[in-house]
């Protein structure tokens, strides 16, 4: 999905701070309420760029807390509705095939940033940035029965 | 930009345990807290923790590591961790994250008080 000219885009750019997640939510929850997704779906997608975020503060930038993320949200085009996010950093570069979760049946404390990213998204495209850090695209399509509602509640 | 208010934490000591009850938002920023207070209640080895979520909205995966640490010390405890009162998107996550069956979970607190 690729964002359409004439849609806004959002631009968000917040340092690596765990205190900053918060604000971050919010702005993805309201921009994915406007594309049309339904309550629990923005709480997702907001979840999953969380997930994102938190990666990129621990992993990325090693908890260091001046570290620069970009955060880029575009309305899927009519014909394909829904949302792109677009998260950037100048963090350490990592292979793309190596970014996977750990396998769920081994209970143990962390790892499952990657899977909750994986369940809630339709797209994740993991990239390197030229000349440094990590591009992570997320894409989310507006499925008939969120679009169904939004038509609804629009009436 | 406004940042969020600090996670809140409150725990109670009832006859066999503790309660713990974190109100506010579990994220990477209250994770560290939450830990701090879940290993606090379990250095006296308590036959029973219950972790009360009727008060948290959200919860990422800093949160869910640190619930399964708190598990992971209760059971070497040889004692009981059991959630209860969660919010729809808060159980959304550990469902996601196929954990719903791994913690013991209850609808309200006097269910964990029983079990």
Known sequence: ?155 | MSNTQPLEIFTETIDDGVIVRPVGDIDLSGAPALRQQLKKAQETRPGRVVVDLGEVPYMDSSGLATLVEAMQIARKNQGKLIICALQQKVRSIFEIARLDMVFKIVNTRDEAMTL
Request: glycine letters at 8%; one cysteine or more.
């Open chain 1, 1 to 155: 999905m690729s964002s359409d000219a004439s849609q806004p885009t959002v631009r968000l750019e917040i340092a690596s701070r765990p205190s900053l997640l918060a604000a971050a939510r919010a702005l993805v929850a309201t921009i994915a309420q406007r594309c049309g997704f339904d309550e629990i779906q923005c709480g997702q997608i907001s979840l999953a760029v969380d997930e994102a975020l938190c990666n990129i503060i621990q992993h990325g930038y090693n908890c260091r807390e001046d570290g620069r993320i970009l955060i880029s949200l575009s309305q899927g085009e009519a014909q394909s509705p829904g949302i792109e996010i677009v998260i950037e950093d100048d963090a350490m570069q990592v292979d793309p095939d190596t970014i996977r979760s750990r396998d769920l049946d081994d209970i143990r404390p962390g790892g499952l940033g990657v899977h909750i990213i994986r369940e809630i998204m339709d797209e994740v495209s993991y990239t390197r940035r030229d000349p440094g850090g990590m591009r992570l695209t997320l894409v989310k399509h507006l499925h008939p029965v969120a679009a169904a509602h939004t038509s609804e509640s629009n009436t």
